[in-house]
Structures are given as C-alpha cells and as structure tokens.
C-alpha cells in the first residue's frame, strides 16, 4: 500500500504545476483586461509593448515549472543569435510540449514577449487562453480549402503597422507526428510521393500555405527564419523503435531527461518567393530535419544516438528569469482569494471571461 502510494505520488508531480498556471490566469486576464481598456485610446504600440511585458511575466513563470521544476536539460545546437529578431520560427510538431520550447528560445534571447502562434481554428475556443492569444498577435487557421488567406495577411499587417515585435511560431505539418497514428504518417508518405517529393520517416510532408502567407506578407519587416528541429530523449522504446513524443502532463511528469534542439537561421534571401518554390524549399528543410532526426533516433553507431551532429551548448535557466514571476502571479491570485470579495471576482473571471472571449473568436478573426 505504502509503494502504490509512493507510485501514485510520484505521477501526479504535474498537479501543482498544471494547478498554479491555470489558477493564475484569472489573475492574469484581469491584469491584461485592465490595461486593455486604459489603452483603448492609446497608439496600438503602446498597447502591445505592455501586453508582452505581461505575456512575458506569465510565459516566464510557465518555464519555471517547464524548465526549473522539471530540471529537464536544455541542449542547444546550431547558430541561436543572443540578440532579439523580428522573425519566422519553424518547427517539426510532434506534441503540446512543442509551444513550450519555442518560449524557452525566446527567453534565452530576451524576445518572450514577442511569441506569438500560428494556430489551428479549434484552438481559439479554449477557455480565456484562446481569447487571448488571438488578442495577443496569433493567428487561427483552418487547413485545407478553408484556409483563409486574406484573413491571415491582414492580421499579420495589422501587427506590422503597430511595429509588433515578431517571433511568429509555424508548425507547417499542420498536425502532429504521432508514430501511434501510423495512418496519418502513411498518408503523409502517399502524399509526397504522388507530388514526386522525397518520402519522409520522422516527419510529415508540410503544407506551405501558412508559411508562404507569413513570409510574403512579412518579407520586408523580418530579419530571419529560425529553422527548428526538436527531439525529446526517452522517446524509444526496447526494440528501437519511436514513441510517442511527452505530453504537457509527462514532461512536468520529469518524464523526459534532456530535449535536444536544433537551429539553423536563414537569410530571407536564401528563400524563394514564389509559392510553387517556396513549396520545394519548405520540404527541402524538412528533408534536413529528416535526417536529423534519423540520425538522432536510428544511427547505425550508439554513440550518436540520442543527440544531433555538431557542438552544443547544455542551456540553464536562471532561476532570476522565472522565479520572480512566479512569486508576483502566485502572490496576487493568494491575494485575491483570501477576501470573499476576491473569490467572486475570481469565479466571475474564468465565466464571464471565458463567455466573452468565446463570443468574440466567433465574430472576430
């Protein structure tokens, strides 16, 4: 009895993460809602340079638990710039702990705030969080022939017009690499070979769509595009072959070691304008994190398993970049639940917030 309560503790180590985060976004979305309506009559840069000291306050606090409590170890590989950039972040997609590592690049870059997502549609209808990341700068899409263009290039030039600061996250899949989902991955195969385009093993074939629109429309506000390739150690199992990829709950689990991150920057030069080629250059990168990848999970040698090829950096969080927003959203969500006044306030939030916010993704893109 005593081992299956050990057990049973030991799996429920993502409660109190999971509990703080969402317990704080009231607190949160009234933060950024007053300071929304103080705004109201300001420039829109004035209201965006606030909103992501805010975004990067939360995000901050989000890797505490991500990256201290965890103490999961950040592997760096390639060219990631120490400065901030306006730019295009691409990324393979093979779970929700996927969102996770685009902020702990920003973060080491001092561009948190700046993150902003290319979203399926369905997203928007979370609770408070969809609301607010598309208040936020992100843009929802839907795949396929429902895939607004024009709705997506004007909200990217709205952003550009009130001189955004951009770190724009794609998955250009457009769904995740799920290797016990064979079907998707067998389609994903078809597909390309019928396109006449190499076949892909650790990666589907990417729609370019999204990240045509984004670089076009963007092409002369962006300094870079961050070519990512994401691995998460663990991920194999006895026989060698790949696992699922951690979920949020497993990653604050302390289910995954050690996450190995690949980043090539790309000159806006180096890319073709035009869709058909830019179509061609996209899965050409997605070929590279292929192979990446095989290398990572199926090397021949054992000694290059389980990590990518070239120099890498092991990355720490300090504790001063997480730890003090942590405090300062725990400290007001206490505060404000102590007081009857506060609770109410609190409960009316996550209602009424997520009412409102549900209303307006349905009327507004």
């Known amino acids: ?53 805010l975004y990067t306050i939360y995000q901050s606090m989000v ?15 390639g060219d990631l710039p120490k400065n901030k950039e306006n730019v295009i972040y691409l990324s393979n997609h093979q779970c929700t702990v996927d969102w996770i590592i685009a902020d702990m690049l920003a973060i080491r870059q001092d561009a948190l705030g700046h993150v902003r997502y290319v979203l399926k549609d369905g997203l928007k209808w979370l609770p408070l969080y969809g609301w607010y990341f598309s208040q936020h700068g992100g843009v929802y899409v839907k795949r396929s022939a429902k895939f607004n263009e024009k709705e997506m290039r004007e909200k990217l030039r709205a952003q550009m017009k009130a001189e955004t600061p951009m770190y724009l996250v794609i998955f250009p899949e457009g769904t995740r690499y799920n290797p016990e989902i064979p079907k ?28 045509h629109v984004a670089i076009d429309t963007m092409k002369d506000y962006l300094d870079a595009v961050y070519d990512v390739t994401v691995a998460y150690e663990g991920t194999v199992d006895h026989k060698g072959q790949r696992k699922l990829a951690p979920s949020m709950t497993e990653f604050l689990s302390k289910e995954c070691p050690r996450v190995h991150i690949f980043i090539d920057r790309i000159e ?14 996209l899965h050409e990168r997605f070929e590279i994190k292929d192979k990446l990848l095989i290398e990572f999970y199926d090397a021949k040698d054992s000694k290059r398993r389980n990590k990518f090829p070239g120099k890498s950096v092991h990355s720490k969080l300090s504790l001063k970049k997480s730890l003090p927003s942590l405090l300062f959203l725990g400290g007001l969500t206490a505060s404000m639940l ?3 006044s506060g609770r109410k306030l609190y409960v009316k939030t996550w209602i009424y917030g997520t009412l409102l916010g549900c209303l307006w993704v349905s009327i507004k893109p």
């Open 1 to 53: 009895m005593l081992l299956s309560l050990v057990l049973h503790t030991y799996s429920m180590r993502y409660v109190l993460p999971a509990a703080v985060m969402m317990g704080t976004a009231p607190t949160y979305m009234l933060a950024w809602g007053a300071w929304r309506l103080l705004s109201a009559v300001l420039p829109a840069r004035f209201y965006r340079e606030v909103d992501d000291r």
């Open 63 to 77: 890797l505490f638990f991500f990256e201290n409590y965890t103490g999961v170890q950040v592997i760096i590989y």
């Open 184 to 211: 998707v991955i067998a389609d994903s195969q078809s597909f390309a070979e019928k396109e006449g385009l190499a076949v892909l093993k650790h990666v589907l074939t990417p729609r370019v769509k999204a990240t």
């Open 268 to 281: 806006l030069k180096d890319i073709p304008e035009e869709q058909m080629y830019m179509r061609r250059w």
């Open 338 to 340: 102590l007081t009857e």
